[in-house]
């Protein structure tokens, strides 16, 4: 069959995927860049300078135009760290460090505060970078780490917390 015969098809596959409700999970939000749904979502602050990076990375993808929306959810997040050597030189110095990083979060229903939380997981992000000689270059590549850590915890709990507006958006609050 030539091209000219499968173009047809290709098209009438592509508009039945999307009469389906089929869209990428991965994609952010709509073409406006905002959801309502996800930007009434309130996220506490967090403790540390990586918990500040992760939480404003959070508000960041929730209302990526900063409009201001009544608060239906509120997030909880809790971050922990811990830096490993994993890779030894003869003499016994690090040559190679990872950051593990664990978020537990917490969304609950803020217009019903007894009732239990409405979502909550827990994500991992692990990064590695090298211990040089030069102190400076070693913080630096460490900081490099953590970030990228947090980037890819909140990039998990953003797209599970889109998931689950998803899932519910046709629910009204408190059901």
């Known amino acids: 069959m030539s091209w000219h015969r ?5 098209g009438a596959a592509l508009l039945l995927l999307g009469g389906c409700g089929f869209h990428p999970l991965y994609a952010r939000h709509s073409q406006s860049g905002y959801d309502a749904e996800l930007a009434s979502i309130k996220v506490n ?10 939480a404003i990375a959070l508000r960041d993808g929730l209302n990526p135009r900063g409009t201001r929306v009544g608060t239906r959810y509120t997030l909880d997040v809790e971050l922990s760290s811990q830096r490993h050597d994993i890779g030894l030189r003869p003499d016994g110095t690090a040559s190679r460090s990872q950051i593990t ?5 917490v ?3 803020a217009k019903n505060t007894e009732k239990p939380a ?8 692990v990064s590695s970078f ?17 970030e990228r850590t947090v980037q890819d915890i909140g ?3 953003l797209t599970r917390l889109e998931l689950f507006v998803n899932a ?8």
């Open 45 to 54: 602050t967090i403790a540390d300078r990586q918990g500040q990076l992760l």
């Open 168 to 175: 519910h958006r046709a629910a009204p609050a408190g059901t």
């Open 130 to 146: 090298d211990v040089l000689s030069d102190n400076y270059a070693t913080v630096v590549a460490e900081h490099t780490a953590e």
């Open 101 to 105: 990083m664990t978020a537990k979060f």
């Open 155 to 157: 990039d998990d709990i």
């Open 107 to 109: 969304l609950k229903d």
């Open 118 to 125: 409405v979502l909550q997981g827990t994500t991992h992000s």
């Open 6 to 10: 499968r173009a047809p098809l290709l």
